[in-house]
């Protein structure tokens, strides 16, 4: 049995969103909220509360990818922002660009947290019998992320494994903590990315895999 499939049927899942995000517009939507399952096949994991809003933040790299006709409106370079108009009566989903979001309302205050990605310290996976290691160390093996993420995400605990939405797994190497009496600073969020095998492994990515 893999680690994998040891922790996917118990990791809950929750939604973050790197820092260059893009508002979109929602036309004819009213400030709500759901309750939603943690897991999407395993009940026993629990709910959590999503926030939906008029206005919604996503991904830069999901705003590229929209198009006109798609009641969006998108520009070369850098997106700006997304007009939109809710079509809940299409249930034809497989045929829709899939979209990462948080509602952006003060109802729903985003969480500070760093996402961790290691690489491997030897950088070439299998060494030549006269070939020297030290040719292949010293690279950048570690990058930290930072993100927006929902707050429902103030629940997790420590070494707790969760899954991101479409970013993958991570542990929970510094749980979150109000502001400090002292420093008045709060404490974020760091998570260590736990591979998987899939191919999309380094910082910036998103995949619909997960």
């Known amino acids: 049995m893999s680690y994998l499939q040891v922790i996917d049927p118990i990791a809950p899942r929750y939604t973050t969103l790197e820092t260059s995000t893009v508002p979109v517009n ?6 709500s909220t759901l309750t939603v399952a943690l897991h999407p096949k395993n009940p026993d994991v629990g709910t959590k509360t999503v926030h939906v809003s008029k206005r919604l933040l996503i991904d830069q790299v999901d705003a590229k990818a929209l198009k006109e006709g798609e009641n969006a409106t998108a ?3 850098t997106v700006t922002s997304v007009d ?32 961790v990605y290691f690489d491997h310290i030897i950088a070439k996976a299998v060494l030549g019998k006269d070939e020297d290691f030290k040719q292949y160390i010293g ?40 502001p400090s009496p002292h420093t008045g600073k709060a404490t974020p969020l760091v998570l260590f ?14 995949s619909d895999t997960y």
Not at 148 to 161: I, R, S
Not at 165 to 174: A, I, Y
Not at 193 to 206: F, I, L
């Open 26 to 31: 929602l036309k004819g939507v009213a400030d």
């Open 75 to 77: 520009a070369d370079g």
């Open 84 to 115: 939109a108009t809710p079509n809940l009566d299409n249930k034809d989903y497989k045929k829709t660009i899939k979209l990462t979001w948080l509602a952006d309302t003060p109802q729903s205050p985003m969480l500070e947290v760093f996402c």
């Open 139 to 178: 690279h950048k093996t570690r990058w930290e992320i930072p993100m927006l993420g929902e707050p429902e995400l103030a629940n997790v605990k420590k070494d707790q494994v969760i899954q991101l939405q479409r970013r993958g797994f991570f542990r929970v190497d510094v749980a979150p903590a109000p």
């Open 193 to 206: 990315h736990v591979p998987d095998g899939h191919t999309k492994e380094m910082p910036g990515q998103v």
